[in-house]
């Protein structure tokens, strides 16, 4: 285990990986499994997606399949897919980064039995798809292993208050997303429970052409 770094030391390393992982994700595609509940209102359903990242970035979503309550599928998970494109599609770079972000550091810490840096960050301004919370990284790579926190600004009046944890896998030296967990309150139809699981990692041929899927609309 490295020895516990300054907080500036260890912020740069962590935006140098971060660079590298942005890098190395550009042109990959995975399958996506969303679960979604109302439990106010006893509704459950679950989209099969594939997930597809553009060389230039861009998130798209290909529909392979969806079970469940029809509500679930227009309400809440074609929403969800929209506030995501919406977020990444603005123009703007919303990378966690100190242009985006204050940071402060909590140094080297124990988490879920394993040792890793902690930061608090909290967004410079309010625009969708910046969160207040904090960013947990391998300590041997600066690779983020989770982020939390909730949205300072939500993307669709549908909702009123968006929190998430989001953990990562790394393999090959790169953090990949693995699980997103997040309770969305919206105005209407009280809490909505998401669960997303990122599987089956592989590079899309360069001449694929992917279609979004409902509410997920490319960048």
């Not at 399949?65 to 029809?70: E, I, K, Y």
């Not at 947990?136 to 909702?159: H, Y």
Request: glycine share 8%.
């Amino acid at each position: 285990m490295p020895p516990e770094g300054s907080g500036a030391e260890v912020l740069q390393r962590y935006l140098t990986a971060s660079e590298t992982q942005k890098s190395a994700m550009r042109g990959m595609r995975s399958d996506v499994d969303i679960d979604a509940k109302l439990p106010k209102l006893k509704k459950e359903g679950r989209l099969h997606a594939l997930r597809s990242i553009s060389k230039v970035g861009q998130v798209t979503y290909r529909m392979l399949g969806f079970s469940g309550d029809n509500t679930i599928k227009k309400d809440v998970i074609a929403r969800y897919l929209n506030a995501e494109v919406q977020a990444q599609g603005n123009g703007q770079d919303l990378s966690i980064t100190p242009a985006n972000y204050k940071f402060k550091f909590r140094g080297l810490q124990g988490h879920d039995g394993q040792q890793v840096y902690v930061f608090s960050v909290a967004p410079r301004k309010k625009e969708v798809g910046l969160f207040k919370g904090e960013i947990w990284l391998d300590p041997a790579t600066c690779m983020p292993l989770r982020e939390q926190g909730r949205f300072v600004k939500n993307p669709s009046i549908f909702f009123r208050r968006m929190e998430f944890v989001r953990t990562y896998d790394i393999q090959d030296g790169v953090s990949r997303p693995l699980h997103i967990d997040s309770v969305v309150q919206t105005r209407i139809v009280g809490p909505v429970e998401l669960s997303i699981n990122f599987d089956n990692y592989t590079r899309a041929p360069d001449d694929e052409s992917e279609e979004p899927a409902a509410g997920g609309d490319s960048q």
